[in-house]
Nanobody, 123 residues
């Protein structure tokens, strides 16, 4: 069982940056892959990025490649999402989720979820 808590969201102007964190509880966190997803009003939740359990592998949605960076520190039970060059279309609630395998991009493949953190980008 893994519990996840996101933080770091906020209001930022276009072109700005934020650092999102996903803090996990549970001794086996280092055995889980972690993904970040986002959901804008009226839209489905979409995949943003994922990192493997060891941190050696990372993947990104095309819409965020080159702007977002996912990383993790297993000693701190935390996964990070650095979001740069933000655009108004990045406005959404950002969620982290844990899965037993790396490479998944569908929400149904992640059994553990945090409550989300709001990111709002003004133009």
């Amino acid at each position: 069982q893994v519990q996840l808590v996101e933080s770091g969201g906020g209001l930022v102007q276009a072109g700005g940056s934020l650092s999102l964190s996903c803090a996990a509880s549970g001794r086996t966190f280092s055995s889980y892959a972690v993904g970040w997803f986002r959901q804008a009003p009226g839209k489905e939740r979409e995949f943003v990025a994922a990192v493997s359990a060891s941190g050696a592998s990372r993947g990104y949605a095309d819409s965020v490649k080159g702007r977002f960076t996912i990383s993790r520190n297993n000693a701190k039970n935390t996964v990070y999402l650095q979001v740069n060059s933000l655009k108004p279309e990045d406005t959404a609630v950002y969620y982290c989720a844990a899965s037993g395998r790396y490479g998944y991009t569908r929400t149904s493949e992640y059994p553990y979820w945090g409550q989300g953190t709001q990111v709002t980008v003004s133009s």
